[in-house]
């Protein structure tokens, strides 16, 4: 091991001036856009949080989906992907502000577990309340007494926001596996 030791090899600390405690670089890592506290990670949250809330809007405004489990199963997991995703916008856009670095262990951790957990549930009631419209729309033709148009639409914004919630997933998995050496 290779490693200079500061009583072996004494290192000199360069004089501070007054305008360079300033202006000094914090010492980071390489910022990868869509990492927690990046313009990227912002971005990402904030189109999660949209799609989401979009689905659920637009399924809320049926007056027929809690007949339906899949419908509900949507507008509950959909609920929860706001909550999280907003939250998790407000912590970026707080880490932005005040130029900290989002990339302490337990953070990234609880980012994973959120997204993940939050993914899962998104994506299983997406599919679900595909299949429920395709069985109403397309099996039962029973559109003409349904809102299958809102039903696809909300199906449709759970999906976009699940695949806007996969780079933040894998980016944080990612970033976690490769400081513990993983990967």
């Known amino acids: 091991m290779n490693v200079s030791r500061p009583a072996v090899h004494p290192v000199e ?9 300033h202006n000094a670089p914090r ?16 971005a990402l949250r904030l189109l999660q949080f949209i799609f989401a809330a979009v689905s659920l809007c637009v399924m809320a405004t049926t007056s027929d989906f809690p007949s339906v489990t899949a ?4 507008v ?13 916008a407000i912590v970026d856009a707080y880490a ?3 130029r900290r670095s989002l990339r302490n262990c337990t953070m990234v951790g609880l ?16 599919c679900s309340s595909a299949g429920i419209t395709v069985l109403i729309g397309n099996d039962l033709d029973k559109c003409g007494l349904n809102h299958c148009a809102q039903f696809e639409s909300a199906t449709a914004m ?7 919630v996969s780079p933040s997933f894998l980016l944080n998995f990612w970033s976690l596996a490769s400081r513990n050496r993983l990967i």
């Open 13 to 21: 600390v360069p004089p501070v001036t007054e305008g360079a405690v």
């Open 27 to 42: 010492g980071r890592m390489k910022d990868v856009q869509g990492m927690p506290g990046t313009l990227g990670g912002l």
């Open 71 to 74: 419908f509900r199963y949507l």
């Open 76 to 88: 509950a997991s959909v609920g929860l992907q706001c909550l999280w995703s907003f939250s998790l």
């Open 96 to 98: 932005l502000l005040v």
């Open 111 to 126: 980012f994973i577990v959120g997204d993940a957990v939050t993914s899962t549930l998104t994506f299983s009631a997406a």
């Open 158 to 164: 759970a999906f976009i926001s699940w695949f806007a």
